[in-house]
């Protein structure tokens, strides 16, 4: 008598979720033209996103672009597109995951920009009011680059994993005027899904006296605290804003508007995106750089 065994592994399934995507102005920064293939970093928040935690779906946005300088606001759909077969499969719901990610592997580096995004500019002003809206991420986009991105869709991924329910997640894209060296609203995806509001106190000690001027702008550079912390990235007006690492003399709460009273041990440094001197969002690595975890500053 035989023994028959049998694997099977289970396919997975597709989850759709909306993404909102909040323009105040045309893509100027990247310098976009007609036909031109959207910039990576806007396409990378398009493509799909893999379930880590069961590992038994991927979720799919359904991406709605908005530009909110026009009145009334201009609005499209937008879909990464699907070769013909995989088209006729979606009709009769009988689209694999295995098939969608195919196409998007092959296609998401190459889709055009949409129309909306290089129009030109409206007449609503560059800054965006507080909306009211839950799981909102606000970029500015003179400050955060390609790195800030992938934090970014970290932090949608990680949203997305930790709930059953489909989500619908807003970004918000602008571009101010003049952005505030001392107060600042801060948004970010929290753990409970909502908008985190954060008024801008730095979380640093007063930094280190020095006869230097404090460098204005936008640069990168290296700020030592007068705690033992040492700052190396971003800086806008001598404070930590963007892209950048802080490593920590010794343990102690990271944010003092956090719900989460995330913390850090001596040696611990946080690798991510910092608004006006807090950090905001990114990863946590141990002194031998061994990675802990993920964090996303959230606030009442």
Excluded at 184 to 204: H, K, R
Excluded at 259 to 277: F, M, P, Q, T
Excluded at 290 to 298: A, H, L, S
Aim: charged content about 25%.
């Amino acid at each position: 008598m035989s023994t028959l065994l049998f694997w099977s592994c289970e396919e997975k399934k597709i989850e759709y979720f909306d993404l909102n995507m909040v323009f105040y102005g045309p893509l100027v920064q990247d310098q976009i033209g007609e036909d031109d293939h959207l910039p990576s970093k806007y396409s990378l928040l398009m493509n799909y996103y893999e379930d880590t935690i069961g590992k038994n779906k991927i979720f799919v946005p359904k991406v709605n672009i908005e530009r909110r300088d026009f009145d009334p606001v201009k609005k499209v759909k937008y879909e990464v597109p699907l070769s013909g077969l995989n088209n006729f499969r979606k009709s009769l719901d009988m689209l694999a995951a295995a098939n969608l990610m195919e196409d998007y592997d092959n296609i998401i580096d190459e889709i055009v920009t949409p129309g909306v995004l290089i129009e030109p500019k409206g007449n609503i002003p560059d800054s965006p009011a507080i909306e009211g809206m839950n799981n909102t991420i606000r970029i500015n986009l003179n400050t955060y680059n390609n790195e800030s991105f992938k934090s970014i869709r970290n932090a949608i991924k990680d949203s997305l994993n930790k709930r059953e329910a489909s989500e619908k997640i807003n970004l918000i894209f602008y571009t101010p005027v003049s952005v505030p060296a001392t107060l600042t609203v801060i948004d970010t995806l929290s753990e409970n899904g909502n908008t985190s509001d954060i008024v801008d106190t730095p979380a640093q000690e007063a930094p280190v006296v020095s006869v230097q001027p404090q460098p204005q702008g936008q640069i990168h550079g290296t700020r030592k605290f007068a705690n033992g912390d040492e700052y190396v990235g971003e800086l806008l007006n001598g404070i930590p804003h963007g892209w950048g690492k802080m490593t920590y003399r010794n343990a102690r709460q990271i944010s003092e508007s956090d719900v989460n009273r995330e913390k850090v041990e001596a040696g611990d440094y946080l690798e991510g995106i910092w608004v006006s001197g807090e950090f905001s969002s990114g990863k946590r690595y141990d002194q031998s750089d061994n990675y802990i975890k993920t964090i996303i500053i959230g606030s009442e």
